[in-house]
Each structure stands twice: as structure tokens, then as C-alpha cells.
């Protein structure tokens, strides 16, 4: 999923004086946005006299609390994840449908996306490098939401018979409040879930067709976008048919495969620029605590580096809780673990990668004489062309590859695709426990997915996506609350893991016991 409150933006197309001469997309748009704006302006609406959202303010309060309730867990764990990511601790006669790495992938597909590419850019675009730095630390602080959230989605998920598992916060929070006594637990699912499907469908849907079409639409000529919608629809569908283990199976190749192309072609403008790597540092660390005269200054760059992380990674938003759900394992701290590695590949790796590539290619003006960077009439950092978005991050890497922007388009089209499949898992899981588990019910939710695919790439519903984007940020405000409320569980539960891990309790199966 990747907000259209930042980055790419599909624009909300022109309308017409008279009434008569409106398009049917801009018709249910208009009514939309009459109707649901309020929704959405509430969402992300700014603390009182700055221009920080207030959902932003409330993932990072709470990703700072998981961090020093767990003791900075996000790195005292690291190196523990990777083993648990390689297979080192793997049954395969646990309960669940996917291995831990398959897990890791499946919930990278869904938040590595759009976001990373024209979001970093926005974000690089208004707070200037030092924007990078608070970006950096909101990752990493993130990490302890995911491992609180994916702990607790292992703990309270359903085991059935034939070997399915359902998972994620509508689960643990009704259980998990059951068990502390507490009340809500069932509305709060409820609200979760018809958030979750909701956010599925635009966000997660929608607006990453919407974004594919116009990628291939640029490189292919104009064309109409229903037939983008109806041939990316058929390959999801495809997967998604399939369940979780199909899911699991492309992402575990499509994610790996991405993420190198990206950071492999980052790096190498990078080795390129080698002589400006010292100098951009310099600039993230210096406009982290200055601003060095961008917009807004050091607040501008703090506003801006945190709110791309919130947006980037999804960290206690509560997606990520049911992809690892269903991951091979009888220990819930042990998919916690391993998700932590999500914020840090997400947020720390490939938007870091973006920031240094645009800092480092000199796209962005500096008046050589004060060197400070050029402002714009929008109070944005002037650039070479007057580009920003996603067309700032293909004209940074240009400087290096003149034949990078076709690489951007195939990483558009596969984090589309990717995060496309990982959304209709969630959707599914929500669709499920509101309206039971079945075939038939399962089937009604992947149809419909996939026809919102067509919408998506046919239509301008720049106001649906929008409603779609608040939804997926009020789905983090129920599940916050939740993962509060359950923290003494947690505990318990590492408290217990890492005291038998010590003692060996917990052993190794090996890497041959895994891949049976």
C-alpha cells in the first residue's frame, strides 16, 4: 500500500462547467469526496498550529514506547532474526502454511512499493537531506511495532484442520482481551476489519493499478487503462486463488528479486558519485539538526522524515500481523522477531537508498554562494527540469543510467503487482471474520478484489483512494490501542522464549529440516 497523501499523486482529473459533461469516474468521485472528505481531513488532520499529522505523531509515540518497553528489542534480536530467517530454528511439523521467510516477503510486498520511489522524493523535496535522518530513526524505532504486533497475531491466530491458519489484530484482539478481562475487544475488531477491507481495496488496490497503467501507458503510448486493469486482474487473481501459499510462493521470488534491482541500480550510482558520498552524509546529518534553510528547517525535515516512515513501512498499522500469522512455527515471539526485519529492509535499506541517490546526483539546486538549497514559488527545493515525485527520483537516477527510468518502470509495475496480492490476503482475512470462513465467501472476496483492479486502472478516483489511504492509517488508531493494552502478554511471552533459548531449550533444526 502507498498513500496519496504523499508521493505520486493520481490527480483528480478537471471538471467541467457543465454538469452534463461529467466523465462516470468523475461523477461517483465528486460524490465521494462531498461525502467522505470530512473522514479523511479528520485522518490526517495537523496537530494545532504545525503541519504534522496527528496519526504520524501517534505511530511514532507508540513505536518509542514498544522500543523502551522491550529494551530496544529491534537490536538486541537482529542477529537472532536472521537466523530465524534462514531456517536455523524451523519445524516443519509446526502449525502453519509458510516459512518465515516467505512470511518476511509476503508483508515486505505489501509496504515496499510506490512510496519508496516518489515518497522519499516528496519527502527529500520539501524537508531537504536531513529529512533522511528522521526517516532513518523512525525505521528503526518502528521495528519494535512490527514485533509487538506480529507476536501477538502468532499467539491468538486460529489453527483449523486442514492446516489454514487465520490471523491478525481482529483475532488477538478479542482474544487477547478476553484473557486480561478487559472489554471492547469484539467492536474493536469489528471496526478493524471493515477498515482493513476497505483500505484493501483503494490503496492497496486501486491506486497501485492506477499507478501501473500509467508507468506502462508512459513507455507504451496512451492506451485505454481497462485493459492494464484486466490483464493485471487475470495474473492476480492467479496467485491469489491459491491462498497464502501461493501468495507466499511468488513474493519469496518477485520481493528478493525487486529489492536487488533497486538497491543493486542505487548502488551503482552511488560508486559512481563515490567523490559526493562524504558530502551527502554530511548534508543528512547537518540538515537533520539545522534544516540548512529548506521549508519549515529542522522542523520541516523532521515533519517530513518521520511522516515518510509512518507511510512507508505501516509499522502499527496492523497489515503486517496477518501475513505473519500464518507462518510454520508453535512460538509467537519467533515471527515477532523476524518481522522487525520488515521497517529495517523497508524504511532503513530502500528509502534510505532513494534519499542518497537524489542528495548525491545534484538534481536538487544549491546556490553556490550561501550554499543553501534553492527554494521554488511552492517551497519545495528548486530542481533541474522542475520535476518531484517519482519523475525527481527517475531524473536522480538518469544522471548515472541514462537508461534507468525503464528500470523504474519494471519496479513500479512488480511493487504494483506485489503489493496487489499481499493486500488481498489482508482484505481476505478481514472479509473472513466478519462474514465466516468458507470457499464460496472467500471467492465472492477475490472477485471483487479483482474487479476494484480494473476500476483502479481505468478510472481517476483520486477521492476514493484518499478515503481508502485515511482508512488503512484508522485501521493503526484501533490497533494501537490494542497492542497497549496487551503488552503484559508480550512480555510474558519474551520473558519465556529468550530465557529457554538461553538454556538451551530451544534448539536449532538446521537448515536440511527446513527445506523438507
Not at 63 to 91: E, N
Amino acid at each position: 500500500m502507498e498513500e496519496t497523501q504523499q508521493g505520486a499523486v493520481v490527480e483528480e482529473p478537471a471538471v467541467e462547467t457543465a454538469p452534463a459533461a461529467l466523465t462516470i469516474d468523475q461523477k461517483v468521485d465528486q460524490v465521494f469526496a462531498s461525502s467522505t472528505g470530512w473522514f479523511v481531513s479528520l485522518i490526517f488532520a495537523p496537530l494545532p498550529g504545525t503541519s504534522f499529522p496527528w496519526i504520524v505523531l501517534w505511530l511514532v509515540v507508540g513505536a518509542t514506547v514498544f522500543t523502551l518497553y522491550f529494551r530496544f528489542i529491534q537490536f538486541r534480536a537482529f542477529g537472532h532474526a536472521i537466523s530465524l530467517v534462514r531456517g536455523d530454528y524451523s519445524d516443519p511439523n509446526d502449525a502453519g502454511e509458510v516459512s518465515h521467510f516467505q512470511a518476511l516477503a509476503t508483508a515486505l510486498s505489501g509496504t515496499v512499493g510506490l512510496g519508496n520511489i516518489a515518497g522519499v522524493a516528496v519527502a527529500v523535496g520539501i524537508g531537504g537531506p536531513g529529512a533522511t535522518f528522521w526517516m532513518i530513526l523512525a525505521g528503526l524505532m518502528g521495528m519494535a511495532s512490527k514485533f509487538t504486533e506480529c507476536t501477538l497475531g502468532v499467539k491468538y491466530r486460529n489453527e483449523y484442520e486442514d492446516g489454514t491458519v487465520s490471523g491478525g489484530p481482529m483475532y488477538y484482539m478479542v482474544k487477547g482481551f478476553r484473557e486480561r478481562g478487559l472489554a471492547g475487544g469484539g467492536i474493536m475488531a469489528i471496526v478493524f476489519s471493515i477498515f482493513c477491507i476497505l483500505g484493501s481495496f483503494g490503496g492497496g488496490n486501486m491506486f497501485q493499478a492506477n499507478q501501473a497503467h500509467a508507468q506502462l501507458s508512459g513507455i507504451l503510448g496512451d492506451y485505454p487503462g481497462w485493459i492494464t486493469g484486466v490483464i493485471f486482474a487475470a495474473i492476480v487473481f492467479a496467485v491469489i486463488v491459491g491462498g497464502i501459499k501461493s501468495i507466499a510462493r511468488v513474493t519469496e521470488k518477485v520481493v528478493p528479486f525487486m529489492g536487488i534491482l533497486y538497491v543493486g541500480t542505487a548502488l551503482l550510482i552511488i560508486a559512481i558519485n563515490y567523490h559526493q558520498i562524504g558530502w551527502a552524509f554530511s548534508q543528512i546529518f547537518a540538515g537533520a539538526f539545522t534544516g540548512l534553510g529548506v521549508a519549515g528547517g529542522l522542523v520541516g525535515a523532521l515533519i517530513q522524515g518521520f511522516k515518510r516512515a509512518a507511510f512507508s513501512n505501516e509499522a502499527g498499522v496492523g497489515s503486517a500481523a496477518i501475513a505473519h500469522s500464518a507462518v510454520r512455527t508453535k512460538e509467537p515471539v519467533t515471527e515477532g522477531v523476524v518481522s522487525l526485519l520488515e521497517p529495517f529492509i523497508d524504511t532503513v535499506v530502500i528509502c534510505t537508498m532513494t534519499a542518497l541517490v537524489i542528495t548525491i546526483s545534484g538534481v536538487q539546486q544549491i546556490d553556490p554562494e550561501t550554499g543553501l538549497f534553492i527554494l521554488n514559488d511552492a517551497g519545495m527545493i528548486a530542481t533541474t527540469g522542475d520535476v518531484q515525485g517519482v519523475q525527481l527520483t527517475s531524473a536522480a537516477f538518469a544522471t548515472g543510467l541514462s537508461w534507468f527510468p525503464y528500470v523504474l518502470a519494471i519496479a513500479v509495475i512488480l511493487f504494483a503487482f506485489s503489493t496487489m496480492i499481499s493486500w488481498s490476503y489482508y482484505g481476505l482475512k478481514a472479509w473472513t471474520y466478519l462474514f465466516g470462513e468458507g470457499k464460496t465467501t472467500e471467492l465472492v472476496f477475490k472477485l471483487l478484489f479483482c474487479f476494484f483492479v480494473i476500476v483502479g486502472a481505468a478510472a481517476q478516483l483520486g477521492a476514493v483512494i484518499d478515503f481508502s489511504d485515511a482508512m488503512i492509517f484508522a485501521m493503526a488508531v484501533v490497533n494501537i490501542i490494542a497492542l497497549y493494552c496487551l503488552l503484559p502478554i508480550v512480555r510474558r511471552e519474551v520473558n519465556s522464549y529468550f530465557d529457554r533459548l538461553r538454556s538451551g531449550e530451544i534448539r536449532k533444526f538446521g537448515a536440511h529440516a527446513a527445506a523438507e
